[in-house]
């Protein structure tokens, strides 16, 4: 896959410190010397391509309110399925298929514990599927962020 230089910085310079305006995609325009559409318009084909699963804040879950770690055992035929119904919650996040009896994790974040559980509860109704939940006992810092060294030749992705 080939990226544009625009595409590239952003990747690169926003994975952390995306700015917290009401223009973001304005500021960063100004801040890379283009055009705040064609900053919108690259953020879109990286999504459209799946370089971005989102945009958007990652906050510290015992401020936020309630969090948790969730995952359901899926046949194995209905995991695309199943992950669409699960990914139309506003409060789901890092949604991903393992190799598991439990298949599919992803971790809800809502206002409260009451919130939280009427959530999980509004999952397996859509799903048909119990949901397993995983509370966090201990909290770790992980920063994700890297920088993609893209002068390399492109990687082939392998397909499931």
């Known amino acids: 896959m080939q990226f544009t230089s625009l595409q590239q910085s952003l990747i690169n310079r926003y994975q952390?410190?995306?700015?917290?305006?009401?223009?973001?995609f304005k500021q960063i325009a100004q801040e890379l010397n283009t055009d705040e559409n064609e900053v919108i318009a690259a953020f879109n084909q990286l999504q459209q391509d799946n370089v971005l699963s989102r945009i958007g804040p990652v906050?510290?879950?015992?401020k936020a309110g309630a969090?948790?770690?969730?995952?359901?055992?899926v046949p194995i035929d209905q995991?695309?399925?199943?992950a669409?119904?699960?990914n139309k919650f506003e409060q789901v996040n890092h949604n991903y298929a393992?190799?598991?009896?439990?298949?599919?994790w992803f971790v809800v974040t809502d206002s409260d514990w009451l919130a939280l559980n009427k959530t999980l509860e509004e999952i397996e109704q859509v799903t048909g599927l119990a949901v397993l939940v995983l509370?966090?006992?201990?909290s770790y810092h992980i920063d994700l962020?890297?920088?993609v060294d893209f002068s390399q030749a492109p990687v082939k992705r392998l397909e499931n």
């Not at 906050?59 to 015992?62: A, E, R």
């Not at 995991?79 to 199943?82: G, Q």
């Not at 393992?98 to 599919?104: G, I, K, S, V």
């Open 98 to 104: 393992r190799e598991h009896t439990y298949n599919l």
């Open 135 to 138: 509370p966090m006992e201990a």
């Open 84 to 86: 669409e119904r699960v």
């Open 145 to 147: 962020s890297f920088d």
């Open 59 to 62: 906050f510290d879950h015992k």
């Open 79 to 82: 995991l695309d399925e199943i």
């Open 16 to 24: 952390k410190g995306f700015p917290l305006t009401s223009q973001p």
């Open 67 to 73: 969090s948790t770690l969730a995952a359901i055992a």
